[in-house]
């Protein structure tokens, strides 16, 4: 959804933190590996360097030379290592997920933010973001702790007894829903996850176990949320293309944001076409469109990205905050914004900020979660000025 934006000299400082964190300085061997079993990098210099920082197109074309070699035993993921790097040198770029930009994530550690050593801030943080495996270690059943995450999709939990008002009572045959609740509520967060970790997750885009050989390369990393990570991509994987390039959001040739938008429609007939998402006011509401001048794969490659991460239907459930934008800008079309700068002796930027929100107009807001969908709904309401 995002396209991510590196500070400058990006690609040097990544490649001297792995030489010097995970290789140790000793990048005789590797260089001479891939020199003598990838096609594309026997004539490199420095094989590893561009490896490590080739662009996403130019990884799209180490992965299709099909290396002598499988290189799983020499280029280790080293998850920890490269999360340090991404926590140092990006993480201010990082503030929704880059696949969905609906979820919020952050690198800003829990023992930075509050002296607590904690993977997980508090209790209701637990139970918006815990995987599986975390939700197990309450003490709490596979039955209920897949049920906690499938409800996540459409719902974040502002207070653990909102578990009261879904059907969890159900999920479990031997425990009833107040057992469940304090068995949560009395759950050691700092004992059973003393440790200092960033609230996302880096996805390979191409997979390291296909591709091992790109498992430390800087642009196959995408920052995300647990649910696009896991719960929706897990195994499912990307067609290898050239297209690929234009909607993945660590590469050059990104588009997807241009390519597919939400638009406003107002049909009088109510003849909503199949790509249009059903608003709960007749008539009104946000359709996704895919640009027509696209060719074939350029449009199947986007679709396949909707159906991955299911954003259609997550979209769906967000469907109120285009709503409200609609019903604002019907309450304030140009004509009455003018008359009320008149009035008010104000700015008409600030008005509009006022009025439908800073994040439209401001470029602090970028990357905050449901900015493309809110930007993209006040364009085609004609709000001037958006970002």
């Known amino acids: 959804m995002l396209k991510i934006k590196y500070p400058d000299g990006i690609e040097e400082k990544y490649y001297k933190f792995i030489v010097e964190n995970i290789f140790k300085n000793n ?7 891939l020199k003598d079993h990838t096609k594309k990098l ?26 002598t070699k499988d290189f799983e035993e020499d280029i280790k993921y080293d998850g920890p290592e490269v999360h340090k790097f991404f926590h140092k040198y990006i993480k201010d770029q990082i503030t929704s997920c880059f696949y969905c930009n609906i979820d919020y994530i952050n ?10 050593s904690a993977k997980f801030s508090d209790k209701i943080d637990f139970l918006n973001n815990a995987d599986e495996e975390s ?77 091992p050989i790109l498992a430390l390369s800087l642009y196959n990393f995408v920052p995300c949320c647990h649910n696009c990570n896991s719960r929706f991509k897990h195994t499912k994987e990307f067609t290898v293309c ?11 040739d990104y588009r997807f944001a241009q390519d597919y938008q ?33 060719g074939a794969k350029g449009r199947d490659i986007i679709k396949e990205y909707l159906r991955i991460f299911k954003i259609k239907k997550r ?16 309450a304030y079309p140009d004509s009455n914004i003018e008359e009320c700068v008149r009035l008010l002796g104000i700015n008409s930027l600030q008005l509009k900020k ?33 970002k």
């Open 354 to 386: 006022d009025l439908f929100g800073k994040d439209l107009f401001e470029e602090c807001y970028d990357n905050e979660p449901f900015v493309k969908y809110r930007r993209d709904v006040a364009k085609s309401l004609e709000i001037k000025e958006v």
């Open 27 to 33: 990048t005789a061997l590797i260089n001479k590996e």
């Open 315 to 330: 979209y769906q459930y967000h469907e109120k905050k285009g709503l409200d934008l609609i019903e604002k800008r019907e």
């Open 107 to 116: 690198v800003v550690s829990i023992k930075e933010a509050t002296n607590l």
């Open 262 to 294: 939400f638009k406003v429609f107002i049909d009088s007939d109510n003849d909503i076409a199949d790509e249009t998402i059903e608003s709960p006011l007749k008539k009104k509401g946000v359709k996704e469109v895919i640009d027509e001048a696209l």
């Open 242 to 252: 050239e297209e690929l390039s234009n909607v993945i959001p660590s590469s050059n």
């Open 135 to 211: 939700l197990i270690k309450a003490s709490l059943s596979e039955s209920v702790t897949k049920k906690i995450i499938d409800a996540r999709i459409n719902h974040t939990y502002q207070g653990i007894d909102e578990l009261k008002n879904t059907d969890i009572i159900k999920w479990h045959h031997t425990q009833s829903v107040d057992d469940i609740i304090n068995v949560i509520r009395k759950f050691d967060l700092n004992s059973c996850f003393g440790e200092n970790k960033d609230h996302f997750v880096l996805d390979h885009v191409l997979p390291k176990g296909e591709y």
């Open 42 to 67: 026997k004539d490199k210099e420095n094989p590893l360097k561009f490896l490590l920082t080739s662009s996403f197109r130019e990884l799209l074309d180490i992965a299709k030379d099909n290396p």
